[in-house]
């Protein structure tokens, strides 16, 4: 079992004392029984200081189909293929206190996003939840139109990437450096506060991400605990040397499936202007 001085342990081995943690989890990777759970990890980080940061996605429940009028070229989406439907479903606006997540994200940021002092962006697709003391000012950035923006401010203010026990194919940073690479961002859609179904920014294809390993592995600091792997990036670095390795071989992203309309499209440079 999994006791919490081993979590306190590998907290202190990463320093990550009082820093702002985007954090990127699978519980199952322990191998064994973590006493209290997800909570326990929260709670090992939040009781040294640090601001625990997750994405708390909800295209599940949030998404709607495009409008014709709103479909720009080269945006990772065959329109053409079926089913096509021109009718949006009826589905209320999302809301940062809505409390739902797409459950393909695990447990862990759900047992987030369900804390009374939880954190979440105003993004309806790709919101990020925060805990701890820098938590509001990180999220606030957010919006429809800057998915990424509180990835940029935790860089900015000296955070770090942890993975524990998961590839960098869950390193939602690696967005943020494709972005820097010179891409643009994918458009999907979702209601606005006001109802009215409107365009937002997200994220691309990640199955290629492990491929930076190369230039990303240099950067990581180390730790097991059970059977799991914590690595831990600092997250100005980390996107620094992404960002510039796409911009210089921008294939390198490509995911194992050569006919992938997202990456073919995030490489030739992301949606046009519609
Ligand atoms: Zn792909």
Not at 116 to 140: K, M, Q, T
Not at 154 to 183: F, K, N, P
């Amino acid at each position: 079992m999994i006791l919490g001085e081993h979590l306190a342990t590998a907290i202190s081995c990463l320093h990550l004392t009082n820093r702002s943690v985007m954090l990127h989890t699978s519980l199952r990777s322990f191998g064994t029984v973590i006493d209290g759970g997800a909570d326990a990890i929260l709670d090992a980080l939040l009781s040294r200081g640090c601001t625990v940061m997750t994405p708390a996605f909800t295209e599940p429940q949030f998404g709607v189909s495009a409008p014709v009028d709103m479909r720009p070229a080269r945006n990772g989406v065959d329109h053409t293929a079926p089913p096509v439907s021109d009718t949006v479903p009826e589905v209320d606006p999302y809301r940062v206190d809505c409390g739902l997540i797409n459950p393909a994200l695990g447990l862990l940021p759900a047992v987030l996003v369900g804390r009374d002092d939880a954190v979440r962006g105003r993004h309806p697709l790709n919101s990020f939840a925060a805990i701890g003391p820098e938590s509001a000012e990180i999220i606030d950035v957010q919006s429809p139109d800057d998915v990424y923006g509180p990835i940029r401010e935790l860089a900015d203010r000296d955070g770090v990437i942890l993975l524990i026990g998961v590839g960098h194919d869950c390193m939602t940073a690696l967005h943020l450096a494709e972005q820097r690479s010179g891409r643009r961002m994918f458009q999907r859609w979702a209601r606005d506060v006001d109802g009215a179904v409107r365009m937002v920014e997200v994220g691309s294809c990640s199955a290629g991400f492990p491929k930076l390993e190369p230039v990303l592995g240099p950067l990581a600091q180390s730790v097991m605990v059970g059977a799991s792997r914590w690595r831990a990036f600092p997250a100005r670095q980390a996107i620094a040397v992404a960002a510039a390795t796409i911009a210089a071989q921008q294939n390198i992203t490509h995911c194992p499936d050569a006919g992938c309309l997202l990456c073919r499209h995030a490489i030739a440079g992301g949606p046009l202007d519609s």
